[in-house]
């Protein structure tokens, strides 16, 4: 049974471990040295979070900075995928949306991007950050 809260102090823990695990599996293009435990809390800092919990275990998370409906991150830890974790997620942080739902998704994250478009995201535009390409998505409610 998948459960969706509100992040407790108490999760921090267990989801900077499913941040960092979940990135260093994933962005294998990337250089994954430069990932930390801390960097949750940094790139978390002032975001709306909800934890999901699968069979009372965390399991992943989804943050949103919501001054502009943007979902920032949406992370489920590798054994939990492909469970409907990450789409019950997406569906609690799309109701905390007060306009369309945008988010930026690197292009060479290829699962995450198919994800999005089969959950109705439309792709409006592309850019550079850092990490590299991305593709700007967008979702109305």
């Not at 999760?11 to 430069?34: C, G, M, S």
């Not at 478009?117 to 593709?135: L, P, R, V």
């Amino acid at each position: 049974m998948i459960e969706i809260t509100e992040l407790f102090p108490f999760d921090k823990p267990v989801l900077r471990e499913i941040y960092l695990t979940t990135r260093t599996q994933t962005f294998h293009w990337a250089n994954t040295d430069a990932f930390h435990l801390e960097d949750f809390d940094k790139h978390t800092k002032g975001e709306h979070i909800l934890v999901a919990r699968y069979g009372g275990v965390v399991a992943g998370f989804i943050s949103m900075w919501l001054q502009e409906n943007h979902l920032h991150h949406l992370y489920i830890s590798s054994e939990f995928q492909h469970k409907g974790i990450g789409t019950a997620l997406l569906h609690a942080g799309s109701k905390l949306a007060t306009s369309k739902l945008q988010l930026k998704c690197l292009a060479k994250n290829t699962n995450a991007i198919s994800f999005y478009k089969k959950h109705g995201f439309t792709e409006k535009g592309t850019g550079t950050f850092s990490e590299g390409d991305f593709i700007l998505f967008e979702k109305r409610n």
